[in-house]
């Protein structure tokens, strides 16, 4: 009598091989949501994601320009950010939207780009609120 593989076997027996397994468990992994990574303080991970949604034609994450700005900032890459939020600005002035929120984060990533007389400028387009007034105030003491 011939020896069986072990492979035949396992197939004989409705055992699954590896391969099939690791198929199984490539084809069962859901894509990545950046919500998850920005959850977790993941701000590397949640700007990879946005960034490589933002090259796609059929993104299907709303507001993805706006997550990418918040996550570069939070990363600390401020001119990133800066360029994010100024291009939400131009874009939303186009659109007739309320970008006032848009001029305080622009406002804030100049502050510490250390554009004091920029930043100056940004917060006062901004909304009169309790962060314009915080922008304002810390710029007073940089003149």
């Not at 699954?16 to 990545?32: D, E, G, I, L, N």
């Not at 299907?60 to 001119?79: C, I, N, P, R």
Request: hydrophobic content about 35%.
């Amino acid at each position: 009598m011939m020896m069986s593989s072990k492979f035949a076997r396992n197939r004989r027996r409705g055992k699954a091989t590896k391969h099939q397994v690791h198929t199984a468990a490539r084809a069962s992994k859901k894509k990545p949501d950046f919500k998850d990574f920005i959850a977790k303080a993941d701000w590397t991970g949640a700007l990879v994601l946005l960034e490589h949604e933002k090259s796609q034609t059929d993104s299907k994450v709303e507001d993805a320009q706006e997550w990418l700005a918040y996550s570069a900032y939070h990363l600390g890459d401020y001119k990133k950010a800066l360029d994010e939020y100024t291009e939400l600005v131009e874009s939303g002035e186009k659109a007739g939207k309320d970008v006032g929120a848009y001029h305080l984060a622009r406002a804030s990533c100049l502050y510490y780009l250390q554009m004091f007389d920029e930043a100056k400028e940004a917060a006062k387009r901004g909304p009169e609120n309790a962060l314009q007034n915080r922008i304002l105030f810390h710029l007073s003491h940089r003149q």
